[in-house]
C-alpha cells in the first residue's frame, strides 16, 4: 500500500502562476522528500525536508511539512512550462528502511 | 560521474517467456530498489536491497518475480512466465546509505511489454 497521497491528481496552470501540490501520509516518518518525473522515466530528486523541519526552499521550490497533520505541500512559485512534469512525495516508512511513494501531481502549465 | 543505468530499455516478450532486467547502480551506493509505474501511475515497490543485509521483498507481486543482488553491486529482477498484467515501467534506484535520509538516484527505467 502507498504511504504518500498527492493531491490534486492534476492540475493546469498558465505559465507565470503559481502551482500547489499537497501530500498526506500516514505513518510518523523521519523525513519526506518530493521527486519530479519527465516522460515517465526515471525520477529526479527536488528536495528533503526532514521530521523537525516545518519549510525548505530550493531556488523556486517550496515545502513544507506539517508532522501533526500528516502533510506536506509543494509551491513552485513562477512557474515555466518546463515544469510539466509528475511530481512525487516519498517518505520512509515503518522503521525508515524504505522509500514509499505517493501516486503523483501530474501538473501541465500552459505556454 | 555515471549515473544508474538499466538494460535493456525497452523489452518486448510473449506471455509466458522469461525476462530479465539488469540494473548498475552508482559505484559505492550501498542500497538498491526496485520499483514498478504502470501508465499513468504512481510507483510500486517491488524490492530493496542494503548491503549485505536480506533484501526486503515485501513488495513482490507474485512468485514468479525473484531480484539479485550480486556484489553488492549489479543487480538483476527476473520475472518468470510473463504475464500481459506484468507490462509497466521498472524502476531501479540507488542511493548511498541505505536509509530514506539519502536521495534515491534513477536510472531512467526498463519498459517491458508483454504480448
Known amino acids: 500500500s502507498q504511504q504518500g497521497e498527492e493531491d490534486p491528481q492534476a492540475l493546469s496552470i498558465q505559465e507565470g502562476e503559481n502551482a500547489t501540490m499537497n501530500c498526506s501520509y500516514k505513518t510518523s516518518i523521519n523525513n519526506l522528500q518530493w521527486y519530479r518525473q519527465n516522460s515517465g522515466r526515471g525520477l529526479v530528486h527536488l528536495i528533503l525536508i526532514r521530521s523537525n523541519e516545518r519549510e525548505k526552499h530550493s531556488g523556486r521550490l517550496r515545502v513544507t511539512l506539517d508532522t501533526s497533520k500528516k502533510s506536506s505541500s509543494l509551491l513552485i512559485t513562477a512557474s515555466r512550462a518546463a515544469d510539466t512534469a509528475s511530481y512525487f512525495c516519498?517518505?520512509?516508512?515503518?522503521?525508515?528502511?524504505?522509500?514509499?511513494f505517493g501516486a503523483g501531481t501530474r501538473l501541465f502549465v500552459k505556454a | 560521474g555515471a549515473g544508474v543505468s538499466q538494460s535493456p530499455s525497452n523489452k518486448v516478450t510473449e506471455k509466458g517467456k522469461d525476462v530479465e532486467l539488469r540494473c548498475d547502480p552508482i559505484s559505492g551506493h550501498t542500497a538498491l530498489y526496485w520499483y514498478r509505474q504502470s501508465l499513468g501511475q504512481g510507483l510500486e515497490f517491488l524490492i530493496y536491497f542494503q548491503g549485505n543485509s536480506a533484501p526486503d521483498k515485501s513488495g513482490l507481486p507474485s512468485d514468479r518475480f525473484s531480484a539479485e543482488r550480486t556484489g553488492g553491486s549489479v543487480s538483476t529482477l527476473t520475472i518468470q512466465r510473463t504475464q500481459q498484467e506484468d507490462s509497466a515501467v521498472y524502476l531501479c534506484a540507488s542511493s548511498s546509505t541505505g536509509t530514506a535520509n539519502s536521495p534515491l538516484h534513477f536510472g531512467n527505467g526498463t519498459r517491458l511489454t508483454v504480448t
Open positions: 516519498a517518505t520512509d516508512a515503518y522503521g525508515g528502511f524504505k522509500t514509499i
